[in-house]
């Protein structure tokens, strides 16, 4: 009954090769998101989408490319990876249309790049 | 866009004392929420909070948004409390991209 899931929970890769993250919610939430977290704990929003549209696209290399196939599911794909692109990746959902855009985080990806 | 400043950065409590964190932002905001980080790494939604004071528990916190400055209260502290505290505002068209502060690590020692 895990509200706001995220597979893998651990991802180390080499640099250069391609990953994707999965996250699923079954909250009925209209909306997702995906943050990064640095070392420092920094946290920063990358992208969302609203029923299955892009709203926020941050500045985000062209390597980093969400999909949406339907509310319930955002993937993040990660092309030729970098070494600065290690972090912990969390997927979030919230409803805005009649909510309160209340926000509800995955349990982190922490992808490790060698 | 919204700049957010937390204080204090660091905070070390003995179990059972109160302590007040501080969320400072630089516009007018339409929501605005509280989040608590464990040390295992997840994040707990704790508040929506644009304006007014809400209490869940031995939590509440008080935004007044005309002053820019937001407040989480945090009572008889255990040591499950323990982890990082962001604030996280969002404004103008924004409403739903959040900006999140450099948020409040807090130790609670038994």
């Known amino acids: 009954d895990t509200a706001v899931s995220q597979t893998p929970k651990y991802l180390v890769t080499q640099m250069g090769n391609d990953k994707s993250i999965k996250c699923e919610q079954n909250l009925g939430h209209d909306t997702m998101y995906w943050y990064k977290q640095d070392s420092k704990k920094f946290l920063k929003i990358m992208f969302s989408?609203?029923?299955?549209?892009?709203?926020i696209n941050e500045t985000v290399p062209n390597r980093f490319s969400p999909k949406s196939p339907d509310k319930a599911h955002l993937n993040l794909h990660i092309n030729s990876l970098e070494l600065g692109d290690s972090a912990v990746y969390f997927c979030a959902s919230s409803r805005r249309e009649g909510g309160t855009d209340t926000q509800y985080f995955g349990p982190g990806t922490r992808l490790t790049v060698l | 866009g919204i700049q957010v400043e937390q204080s204090p950065p660091d905070l070390i409590l003995q179990e059972g004392a109160n302590s007040t964190l501080r969320c400072n932002f630089s516009?007018?905001?339409?929501?605005l929420q509280w989040f608590h980080q464990n040390p295992w790494g997840q994040l707990i939604n704790l508040f929506y909070?644009?304006?007014g004071t809400k209490q869940n528990g031995r939590l509440s916190a008080t935004t007044v948004a005309t002053e820019r400055y937001s407040l989480l209260y945090i009572s008889s502290s255990q040591t499950t409390d323990s982890g990082v505290y962001f604030c996280?505002?969002?404004?103008?068209?924004?409403?739903?991209?959040?900006?999140f502060g450099s948020g409040t690590r807090l130790l609670v020692r038994p």
């Open positions: 989408y609203n029923n299955k549209e892009l709203i």
């Open positions: 516009d007018s905001v339409n929501n």
């Open positions: 996280a505002p969002a404004g103008g068209d924004s409403s739903y991209k959040l900006i």
């Open positions: 909070i644009p304006s």
